[in-house]
């Protein structure tokens, strides 16, 4: 193997093993420029893009632990690498999928260790992000509250307003 490619395939293979999760796609007829937006947003959420061989892929990944199948990547490939959230990058990786007209394919992905297909990354995807939990879990817990703090507060003004009444009654 040349050095040019033997340097491609050790960075790759350092990226793989460092980064818990990240999609495979597949590309066909994307523009610059629109390939460029789509790093750049990749980018601003955390991640990165990369676009390789797949017999470099393919290595890289053995060497990292990966076992991928060259007939279930077809045509070019690249990786996107997750951000802070791997979800949000993911989410990112679709919808360019879609404004593409389908030019670029999810094939699949790594999710903490794990491989999934193309529809199971794309069931992932349409889950809600780490923040959307959140506020949903605190909503959840704090209606029951807020909801009981309504009562409470309806009682003391209901004796409030009896007492008033009354107090207009005797004058």
Do not use: W
Request: aromatic fraction near 6%; charged fraction near 25%; proline fraction near 3%.
């Amino acid at each position: 193997m040349r050095q040019e490619k033997q340097l491609l395939l050790e960075e790759l293979r350092g990226q793989i093993a460092g980064k818990p999760s990240f999609v495979i796609m597949r590309y066909e007829k994307v523009e610059a420029n629109t390939a460029n937006a789509f790093r750049r947003e990749i980018r601003k959420l955390g991640g990165d893009v990369e676009v390789m061989r797949k017999r470099v892929l393919i290595k890289a990944a053995e060497a990292a632990g990966i076992k991928l199948d060259l007939t279930q990547l077809p045509g070019h490939v690249g990786l996107v690498f997750d951000g802070t959230e791997p979800f949000t990058t993911t989410k990112a990786a679709f919808d360019f999928s879609q404004k593409t007209d389908k030019n670029v394919q999810i094939l699949g992905g790594r999710f903490e260790g794990k491989f999934y297909n193309a529809e199971q990354v794309k069931t992932l995807s349409e889950l809600p992000s780490k923040d959307e939990m959140r506020a949903q879990l605190l909503a959840t817990l704090e209606a029951p509250l807020s909801q009981t703090l309504a009562v409470m507060e309806a009682l003391l003004s209901s004796v409030v307003y009896c007492l008033d009444n009354k107090a207009k009654q005797s004058n």
